[in-house]
């Protein structure tokens, strides 16, 4: 058995067009994963498809809305016709909105918690019947150093990323029997659009990072290819409802 070698898997990333979406979609591809690039973004989507073809891979696209569950299941589907199996699901797609927690409407609390853990959900539950005929699979779920420390700016999505490692750990006991693995990937700071918003909007954000952060940098999307490929694959098979910080070391630094 290689452990790291994903030749003939098939795997879907929602969020898959930019940032870690995109930086563990390079990583399952560079290991010989075929790739799902799923976002709401055309053109994004494509973009990304180009660079991970020079891969030597399959990619397919889909313009998506995985706040919806029929759109999901949509995805399941196609990337079912498309590729033949789905082994891997990455749910990586999310947004943010930085507010104190008073200032929020209830139009946005609903719009976090629908793109970041209901999508999360229904995806999960799209792809469960195919891993399950194929034998088992892997699910990826991003989680955030949000679902380990508290933020003033940050109560719904705070929710959120607590919610989608609880509810990872609900999937890997339900699914173990399936042989279907199921994870969470809590991300540090990263160099990322939505992180480079905060940096705007959140002052003295960037040197408390750096100041906190043991290796003394933000993190890269591409940080995240190696952690990718290894819950992806038969390295992990025995590894199932863990959360696993890719931070640095931010999170143990005391």
Same mark, same amino acid.
Request: overall charge positive.
């Given at each position: 058995?290689?452990?790291?070698?994903?030749?003939?898997?098939?795997?879907?990333?929602? #969020?898959? =067009?930019?940032?870690?979406?995109?930086?563990? /979609? &390079?990583? %399952?591809?560079?290991? !010989?994963? +075929? *790739?799902?690039v799923? #976002?709401? =973004?055309?053109?994004?989507?494509?973009?990304? /498809? &180009?660079e %991970?073809?020079?891969l !030597?891979? +399959? *990619?397919s696209?889909?313009?998506?809305?995985?706040?919806?569950?029929?759109?999901?299941? &949509?995805m399941?589907?196609?990337?079912?016709? +498309?590729?033949?199996r789905?082994?891997i699901?990455?749910?990586?797609?999310?947004?943010?909105?930085?507010?104190?927690?008073?200032?929020?409407?209830?139009?946005?609390?609903?719009?976090?918690?629908?793109?970041?853990?209901?999508?999360?959900?229904?995806?999960?539950?799209?792809?469960?019947?195919?891993?399950?005929?194929?034998?088992?699979?892997?699910?990826?779920?991003?989680?955030s150093?949000?679902?380990?420390?508290?933020?003033?700016?940050?109560?719904?999505?705070?929710?959120?990323?607590?919610?989608?490692?609880?509810?990872?750990?609900?999937?890997?006991?339900?699914?173990a029997?399936?042989?279907?693995?199921?994870?969470a990937?809590?991300?540090?700071?990263?160099?990322?659009d939505?992180?480079?918003?905060?940096?705007?909007?959140?002052?003295?954000l960037?040197?408390?990072?750096?100041?906190r952060?043991?290796?003394?940098?933000?993190?890269?999307?591409?940080?995240?290819?190696g952690?990718?490929v290894?819950?992806?694959?038969?390295?992990?098979?025995?590894?199932?409802?863990?959360?696993?910080?890719?931070?640095?070391?931010?999170?143990?630094?005391?």
């Open positions: 058995m290689t452990l790291f070698d994903l030749k003939g898997r098939v795997a879907i990333v929602t #969020g898959g =067009n930019g940032g870690i979406g995109l930086g563990m /979609a &390079k990583g %399952l591809a560079g290991a !010989g994963a +075929a *790739v799902v799923v #976002g709401r =973004n055309d053109k994004k989507n494509k973009e990304a /498809a &180009k %991970l073809e020079k !030597g891979v +399959a *990619v696209t889909q313009v998506v809305d995985v706040a919806k569950e029929a759109g999901c299941r &949509k399941a589907e196609e990337a079912r016709k +498309a590729h033949g789905i082994d699901l990455v749910n990586n797609a999310g947004t943010n909105i930085r507010k104190q927690p008073q200032e929020y409407t209830d139009e946005e609390w609903h719009l976090l918690i629908d793109t970041n853990l209901t999508s999360a959900f229904h995806c999960s539950r799209a792809v469960y019947e195919t891993m399950k005929a194929g034998g088992g699979g892997k699910i990826i779920n991003i989680g150093m949000m679902s380990i420390f508290g933020a003033s700016f940050t109560a719904p999505y705070a929710a959120t990323k607590g919610g989608m490692v609880q509810m990872t750990r609900a999937f890997a006991c339900a699914w029997k399936d042989n279907i693995q199921v994870n990937v809590l991300p540090g700071w990263i160099d990322t939505l992180t480079r918003k905060a940096r705007e909007q959140v002052g003295g960037h040197e408390r990072v750096l100041a952060t043991p290796a003394g940098r933000w993190g890269t999307p591409d940080d995240h290819a952690i990718a290894f819950l992806g694959g038969p390295g992990s098979d025995f590894v199932t409802g863990t959360a696993i910080p890719v931070d640095g070391g931010y999170s143990v630094q005391g």
